[in-house]
């Protein structure tokens, strides 16, 4: 069995253990869903993600936010920018952690503004960066030629002070 093999496996092996817990009555946790998601998205199994997906919806009324930063980053990460999107619009109050992966997914995509456009409304947000929606916003600026968002996350940066265990702002 050749590695590719092996991926797609585990792919429709975690699909069944979802769904054989579900028939189960036994309630599949989040770590389930992150692991089956990665497992799509690194094998571009889209259409076993989005299967998955819906069978997730259908069972639970709520998505916690690292299943709905799973789906976004294997959405995204299947070329399906669009359904990503869909995922972050619908969020109330999104994460650091949602922040980082759909501005990796606009980056990853080519749309590095608007990547910038959700680095300065995390700023507005008040919502805590961590070294991970630097390092996407730092990608984001790179792949731009406009010199005000690069300014804008220097001048942030810089106002920083990096520790080990995290950073001060």
Same mark, same amino acid.
């Given at each position: 069995?050749?590695?590719?093999?092996? /991926? /797609?496996?585990?792919?429709? $092996?975690? =699909? %069944?253990?979802?769904?054989?817990?579900?028939?189960? %009555?036994?309630?599949?946790?989040?770590? /389930?869903?992150?692991?089956?998601?990665? $497992?799509?998205?690194?094998?571009? $199994?889209?259409?076993?993600?989005?299967?998955?997906?819906?069978? /997730?919806?259908?069972?639970?009324?709520?998505?916690?936010?690292?299943?709905?930063?799973?789906?976004?980053?294997?959405?995204?990460?299947?070329?399906?920018?669009?359904?990503?999107?869909?995922?972050?619009?619908?969020?109330?109050?999104?994460?650091?952690?949602?922040?980082?992966?759909?501005?990796?997914?606009?980056?990853?995509?080519?749309?590095?503004?608007?990547?910038?456009?959700?680095?300065?409304?995390?700023?507005?947000?008040?919502?805590?960066?961590?070294?991970?929606?630097?390092?996407?916003?730092?990608?984001?600026?790179?792949?731009?030629?406009?010199?005000?968002?690069?300014?804008?996350?220097?001048? =942030?940066?810089?106002?920083?002070?990096?520790?080990?265990?995290?950073?001060?702002?």
């Amino acid at each position: 069995m050749s590695n590719d093999e092996f /991926i /797609i496996d585990d792919v429709y $092996a975690k =699909h %069944n253990l979802v769904n054989m817990m579900h028939n189960l %009555n036994v309630r599949p946790d989040n770590h /389930i869903f992150v692991a089956s998601f990665k $497992a799509c998205a690194n094998s571009y $199994a889209l259409k076993d993600g989005q299967l998955l997906h819906h069978d /997730i919806v259908e069972m639970y009324s709520e998505l916690d936010g690292y299943v709905t930063s799973s789906l976004i980053y294997f959405y995204a990460h299947c070329g399906s920018l669009d359904d990503a999107c869909k995922l972050f619009v619908v969020l109330h109050r999104p994460d650091k952690v949602t922040f980082g992966v759909m501005m990796s997914a606009y980056t990853q995509h080519g749309h590095c503004e608007e990547a910038i456009t959700l680095y300065k409304r995390m700023l507005l947000m008040n919502v805590k960066m961590d070294q991970v929606a630097f390092l996407c916003t730092l990608r984001a600026c790179a792949g731009m030629s406009a010199i005000e968002p690069i300014r804008l996350v220097h001048d =942030h940066i810089a106002n920083c002070t990096f520790e080990s265990d995290g950073y001060k702002c």
